[in-house]
């Protein structure tokens, strides 16, 4: 009982709860600032908080993550440039939201949904931490690699019109994540004796380049048209708003802790997952998904921070990071003389009850933070296009730059923003080029990992997918979603909805 109370801490102590608070608003920030990730604010925390008692240095990193998370939504609503790669399913209907001059509403719904993604995933850590780890598992390599084949499936809901053009869009992301060298033979791959390609190019360049440029280079179609004015009536949704989501919001939350909870996903799978869920589910939407549906904001928000509680369930009790923000929080335990796993939850289990009370005070402060200053960040929409463009350019430019200090990195961005201004141009989605980059390498290690432990014999790897019912639930799964992404089932269930 008494390493309950711990989870109290962080309200008791007035220094522990104010790093908090610094570290959540901190957090916002840079998440909404493109290429500025939680994992670098984190990472660089470290060497500050070399000398610092392990509390005040857990709750300033655990108020970063929290607070980087949600942040990532804003300039996805508000610019179309996604702050971190699990916001680019938030852009697909918050932008379009902006535009109608509905920021300020798309923005509240985005907050409160992400502080009851976020609750949810601390109550199953609290609540259900090795029932959900004993789970994740279970997962072998092909289970991974069926799980990536199941996300790339998702073009279909991240191309709004044409299957052929999503399937060729996120069949480029793939090939873009592949470039460099083969982590397991270290041969060059797509490189075509470029010195410059060996190291791969950065997803956060292709995705900043895409999203951002691309947009800059769109607006200036318009730069004579005025700035769309936008309304803000009422910021916080109404009750009636957040009763008719909660049945979404608790599926998907759902599916943020369990994606988050496995090692190497983390909340850009869970948010895309989430909202091709939401699609699937959503009957009647009030706008339609990607020109403003609300739906397309409560799944990815609930679902990618609610894989900030599922990440840290691993962590906890297994010692194994569930992504990349808690691979360096277990590092920086072990520097303050910690080990994370099994033991730490038998020996020192007032360490988990505080950090499970320092991310509810972060999610509280994640809320108080995300409903203050709406009216001011809406002011940089309603900007005349001559100051907006030259500032996503900006923006666009230090975020390509601060992910790796290299000006190679910033080339890239400004090449894959006039590629995705074409592909804007012609119809293509640009979702599943970044679904693609991402899921690239879950797709191609695992695959060679699975092989590898089949001796290389694609008889007995078809072989375990059938006997393993994990393998075989993901793979029917993948059969599933595949064939509803056709055009002859999508005629037949026209046809039958027509009939009934």
């Not at 109290?8 to 600032?33: D, H, K, N, R, S």
């Not at 994740?136 to 019109?161: C, E």
């Not at 010195?195 to 440029?213: D, E, H, P, R, T």
């Not at 369990?258 to 699609?279: E, F, Q, R, S, V």
């Amino acid at each position: 009982m008494s390493s309950v109370l711990d989870m109290f801490m962080v309200l008791t102590q007035p220094e522990l709860l104010l790093l908090v608070g610094v570290g959540t608003f901190a957090g916002v920030y840079i998440g909404a600032i493109p290429g500025l990730s939680v994992t670098m604010a984190v990472s660089i925390l470290i060497s500050f908080t070399f000398s610092w008692d392990v509390y005040p240095a857990i709750s300033l990193m655990i108020g970063i993550y929290m607070g980087g998370v949600y942040g990532g939504s804003r300039t996805a609503i508000l610019l179309n440039i996604p702050g971190a790669p699990s916001a680019i399913a938030t852009a697909l209907d918050g932008y379009p939201l902006a535009l109608r001059g509905e920021a300020g509403t798309a923005i509240g719904v985005t907050t409160v949904m992400s502080f009851f993604g976020g609750f949810i995933g601390i109550g199953v850590l609290a609540l259900a931490a090795p029932l959900v780890s004993d789970f994740a598992l279970k997962f072998q390599p092909r289970d991974y690699m069926l799980l990536a084949i199941l996300g790339i499936l998702l073009v279909g809901s991240l191309s709004q019109g044409s299957l052929v053009k999503g399937i060729f869009a996120g069949a480029l992301g793939i090939a873009i994540g592949a470039v460099g060298r083969d982590p397991l033979t270290f041969t060059e791959r797509f490189t075509f004796d470029f010195q410059l390609l060996n190291g791969g190019i950065s997803f956060i360049a292709v995705m900043i380049g895409m999203f951002g440029v691309s947009e800059a280079l769109l607006q200036l179609h318009h730069i004579d048209k005025d700035a769309v004015r936008q309304k803000i009536t009422r910021i916080v949704p109404s009750l009636a708003t957040v009763k008719k989501h909660l049945p979404l919001s608790l599926q998907t939350s759902s599916i943020g802790v369990i994606i988050g909870a496995l090692p190497g996903t983390g909340g850009d799978i869970a948010a895309l997952m989430a909202y091709d869920h939401a699609k699937r589910v959503t009957k009647n939407p009030e706008r339609p998904f990607g020109e403003g549906a609300m739906e397309g904001l409560v799944a990815p928000e609930t679902a990618n921070n609610a894989a900030v509680g599922g990440a840290f369930i691993p962590m906890m009790t297994l010692g194994i990071p569930g992504d990349a923000v808690t691979a360096i929080m277990i590092g920086a335990l072990f520097i303050h003389g910690l080990n994370p796993g099994p033991m730490l939850m038998i020996e020192q289990p007032h360490m988990f009850w505080f950090i499970v009370g320092a991310l509810i005070t972060a999610n509280f402060f994640m809320l108080l933070f995300g409903l203050t200053g709406i009216k001011l960040f809406t002011k940089i929409v309603e900007m005349p296009r001559s100051v907006l463009i030259p500032l996503i350019m900006l923006l666009s430019i230090v975020g390509a730059f601060a992910v790796n200090n290299a000006i190679t990195d910033v080339y890239w961005m400004l090449a894959f923003g006039v590629f995705g201004y074409f592909m804007r141009h012609y119809g293509y989605p640009l979702g599943p080029v970044i679904l693609g980059v991402i899921l690239s390498r879950l797709l191609d290690d695992n695959w060679r990992r699975a092989i590898i432990s089949e001796r290389e014999e694609l008889g007995r790897f078809f072989w375990g997918i059938l006997t393993s019912p994990l393998s075989l639930t993901l793979f029917i799964a993948v059969i599933l979603v595949f064939v509803s992404q056709t055009p002859v089932w999508r005629w037949g269930k026209s046809k039958l909805f027509k009939e009934n």
